[in-house]
């Protein structure tokens, strides 16, 4: 069974940091693309980062050079380690497959930037 429970969401202040953590069940890391999204207030979902099976890495040009994206294939986790964020980072943070997203998502964790 294909699961994903984010945790490592909170309140943090602007240029502050956050590390996101996926647990996963049901996915070869070795063979899927996984992705973190996050959904703002009245937005779509959208893909800000994404890690093949290989290693190689993806990002949306909003969180280049701030957010990085890693996994650990022993403990079938991936993380999302975000520094120097901003108001507009605020938002649900999910992780899912990062090509077709499977059509269960998690619960995801709120992120909010604010002083």
């Known amino acids: 069974q294909v699961q994903f429970v984010e945790s490592g969401g909170g309140l943090v202040q602007p240029g502050g940091f956050l590390r996101l953590s996926c647990a996963t069940s049901?996915?070869?890391?070795?063979?899927?693309?996984m992705g973190w999204y996050r959904q703002a207030p009245g937005k779509e979902r959208e893909l800000v980062a994404s890690?093949?099976?290989?290693?190689?890495?993806n990002y949306a040009d909003s969180v280049k050079g701030r957010f990085t994206i890693s996994k650990d294939n022993a403990k079938n986790t991936v993380y999302l380690q975000m520094n120097s964020l901003k108001p507009e980072d605020t938002a649900v943070y999910y992780c899912n497959w990062g090509r077709v997203p499977y059509r269960y998502w998690g619960q995801g964790t709120q992120v909010t930037v604010s002083l």
């Open positions: 049901g996915t070869d890391f070795s063979l899927y693309v």
């Open positions: 890690i093949t099976g290989g290693g190689s890495t």
